[in-house]
């Protein structure tokens, strides 16, 4: 059995708020600068040109890439032989929560569903929580804009439809949503489960590096595909009607019922922030 005081969830929270929001991953800024090379149109190669000087900056002054910093969505990992003590865990993330927003300057854009008064610490978050083997324990923080958390979709198909119905229904979600979740973008999808377990492993199939391949040889082969059809739909950064709008489609599946066939599509705008700490 191994002990973490939750004191230090806390602090790493407050830290991985701040970072996530100003320093944007390596995988991402680097295929920034690949599509530079591949996009061929000035219009296209000019937003390239934007995203790459704009993660400079925001790395380097410490101030948040883009203006809307997030929903905070933290991702848990907590082996079974890790004991937390010294207060509650969910308190301890959310006052990490506070303390990141107040000291990184970062804005608050959480708020009641009805009156839609803002709870001005961009608290709660949401938490997702995995229990596995072990005595460490991993945190992720994804701030998530509401951009392109509106274009997201759950949806159940039939099973007869297969891997056809699934690949239509991923472009043609992605077409509908256009320029509204600020491409480039990196799609993330899971097939099967229940709905609300689809919902959550499309979100988190965001996380995986942009340029890694699906281990799963049938999903890295429809992972291709798609990213193929979604970049010839001719929407382009930015929505500039350029070549490449998707920098990475990402895709999970789980095990599902006889009768159903679940599929959500989760789409993350360029800045596609996360940073994770183990305990």
Known sequence: MRTIDVSEIRDTVRMLCIDANTDLGEDVVRAFGESLEKEESPAG??????????????????????????????FLEVGQDVVLSGGSLVESINEG???????????????????????????????ITDIVEGDKLKLTIAPKGGGSENMTRVTMLTPSGGKKAIIDFIVQRCQEAGSNPCPPVIVGACIGGTPEKAAILAKKALLRKIGTTNPDPELAEMEMELLTRINNLGIGPQGMGCRIFALAVHLEKHPCHIASLPLAVNICCHASRHKEVEF
């Open 97 to 127: 929560v506070r303390q990141g927003y107040r000291d990184g300057f970062l804005r608050k854009s959480i708020c009641d569903p009805f009156t839609r008064a803002n709870t001005k610490d961009n608290t709660p978050a949401v938490i």
């Open 45 to 74: 190669k000019a937003v390239f040109e934007a995203l790459l000087q704009n993660a400079k900056i925001a790395r380097e002054e410490k101030s948040p890439m883009c203006q809307d910093t997030g929903f905070t969505v933290v």
